[in-house]
C-alpha cells in the first residue's frame, strides 16, 4: 500500500504526479529533460532523495535521446531547485560518468542503482529510527518525508512504518505544511492508505499539541545538512524544532548520506528556494489576500544544529554535531 514515487518503464520516466494528490492518482510520463526539469519544479516530483533519483534518471534521459546533450541536460537539472542537495550528488556521479566514457545505457543502470540504493538506504532509516521509539509513541511530523520524497519507504516516515511493523502503537500527527500543503496532501494521504494512525493538524497547532497532549518526538527529513550539523528543511521545521526544545520533546532528523553536504560549513551558506508569492496568495486556484501585498515565500528554513537531537541515518544515529558528522562522512 506504499506508493510508488517513479519507475522507469520502457524508455521514460513515469512519475506519480504528486500536484494532483491527495485526489488523483495520475502517472506522468518523462521522455525528454525538459519535461523531468518541469516536473522538478512544479513539484510533481518532490522529496531531497525522489528529486536527486529524479535527476539522475534525467541524465540518463538526455544520453539516450541525444548523447550530445548530457552537458547541457546536467546544467538544466542543476537549475531547477536549489536547496536539496541530494539533486547535486546525484548530478555529480552521473557527471563523473558521463566524463569517464559511460554509454546511454550505462548511465541509465547508474541512475537504475542510484534509486535502488535510495531504497536501501530507506529501509535502513526505518530499521535504526525505529529502535528509538518506545513501544506507544505519538509523533508530530512536518512535510512529507515519506515514501512519496523517496525511491523507497521515506526518511521521516520509514521510521514510523517500521515502527508499526514491529508492532510499537504509533500515533502521528501530521503538520499541514503551508504553503503547499504537502502534510494534508501527501503525509496525510500516504499514512492514512497504509492504515497507520494519523491526525491532521494545521502548522500553528503544533505547539498546542505539544503542549495539551503527549508527544514523544518530532521526526522530520532535511534537504540539505551542513557540516556542522544545521539542517534545511521545509519552511515551518525551524518553529517546530524550537517548540520542541520548549517542551523538551526530542526533535530528529531523519535522512541518508546523500543529504548530507560537508561542503557547506553552515546552515547559512545553505542556498534557501525562493517560490511564487502566488503559492500565498492564492494557492489551489482561489486568492486569499489583497492583490498586490508584498509575500516572503521562502520555501525552506534552518534548523540550528543545537536544537537537533540526533540524526537517524542508513548508517545509525549520531548526534548533530560537528565532530559526529565529520566521523560518519569519514567512514563512507
Ligand atoms: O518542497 P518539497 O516538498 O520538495 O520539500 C520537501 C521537504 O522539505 C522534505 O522534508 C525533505 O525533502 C526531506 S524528504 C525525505
Not at 82 to 89: C, K, Q, S
Not at 255 to 276: C, L, N, Q
Not at 308 to 316: L, M
Request: charged fraction near 25%.
Amino acid at each position: 500500500l506504499i506508493p510508488k514515487t517513479l519507475e522507469w518503464k520502457n524508455d521514460a520516466l513515469y512519475l506519480l504526479d504528486q500536484t494532483r494528490l491527495p485526489l488523483e492518482e495520475v502517472e506522468l510520463r518523462c521522455g525528454t529533460v525538459a519535461e523531468v526539469v518541469s516536473a522538478i519544479k512544479c513539484l510533481a516530483v518532490r522529496g531531497a532523495p525522489a528529486i536527486g533519483v529524479a535527476g539522475a534518471y534525467g541524465v540518463a534521459i538526455a544520453a539516450l535521446n541525444d548523447p550530445a546533450s548530457v552537458v547541457s541536460a546536467i546544467k538544466d537539472l542543476a537549475a531547477s531547485r536549489p536547496t536539496a542537495v541530494n539533486l547535486f550528488w546525484a548530478l555529480e556521479k552521473m557527471t563523473l560518468l558521463h566524463r569517464a566514457g559511460a554509454t546511454p545505457a550505462e548511465l541509465l543502470v547508474a541512475a537504475q542503482e542510484i534509486e535502488a540504493d535510495d531504497r536501501e538506504r530507506c529501509r535502513l532509516i526505518g530499521e535504526h529510527g525505529a529502535a528509538l521509539l518506545p513501544d506507544e509513541a505519538t509523533v508530530i511530523t512536518h512535510c512529507n518525508a515519506g515514501a512519496l520524497a523517496t525511491a523507497g519507504i521515506g526518511t521521516a516516515l520509514a521510521v514510523i512504518y517500521r515502527a508499526v511493523e514491529l508492532g510499537k502503537r504509533i500515533k502521528v500527527y501530521a503538520d499541514e505544511t503551508r504553503p503547499l500543503l504537502q502534510g494534508a496532501r501527501i503525509t496525510a494521504w500516504e499514512l492514512q492508505r497504509s492504515g497507520v494512525d494519523v491526525t491532521l493538524i494545521t502548522d500553528g497547532m503544533a505547539a498546542a499539541v505539544m503542549k495539551r497532549r503527549r508527544v514523544d518526538a518530532v521526526i522530520t527529513g532535511a534537504d540539505r545538512i551542513a557540516a556542522n550539523g544545521d539542517a534545511a528543511n521545509k519552511i515551518g521545521t525551524y518553529g517546530l524544532a524550537v517548540a520542541a526544545r520548549h517542551h523538551g520533546i526530542p526533535f530528529y532528523i531523519a535522512a541518508p548520506f546523500s543529504t548530507f553536504d560537508a561542503k557547506t560549513a553552515h546552515g547559512e551558506a545553505i542556498p534557501i528556494e525562493e517560490r511564487d508569492p502566488s503559492e500565498v496568495t492564492e494557492g489551489f486556484g482561489r486568492r486569499t489576500a489583497p492583490p498586490g501585498i508584498a509575500v516572503f515565500n521562502p520555501a525552506f528554513d534552518v534548523t540550528p544544529a543545537d536544537l537537533i537531537r540526533s540524526f537517524i541515518t542508513e548508517r545509525g544515529v549520531f548526534p548533530a554535531t560537528r565532530e559526529a558528522l565529520a566521523k560518519a562522512m569519514a567512514e563512507r
